[in-house]
């Protein structure tokens, strides 16, 4: 593996593991909200959402940030 590679291939990872952080916390934070409001239970209900969509949404963009990338290559390079 080239130099380049592992540059990229760590970038990806540490992209997903932020990313995927904030977008599982705000999302799940969000919809508990919505569904029970902001009671003595929203922080129980919150993890336990969270501490599945997090690693969900990290393994997504993982997957699909590279196929996006690569089709948007595709279509901007006729630009």
């Known amino acids: 593996m080239s130099d380049f590679s592992k540059i990229k291939t760590r970038r990806l990872v540490i992209f997903a593991s932020i990313m995927s952080f904030c977008t599982s916390t705000f999302v799940s934070g969000f919809i508990v909200f919505l569904k029970i409001g902001f009671n003595y239970d929203f922080l129980i209900k919150w993890w336990e959402r969270f501490i599945i969509a997090w690693p969900v ?8 940030v590279p196929l996006i990338n690569q089709m948007l290559d595709k279509v901007l390079k006729n630009d």
């Open 57 to 64: 949404v990290f393994f997504c963009i993982i997957i699909f």
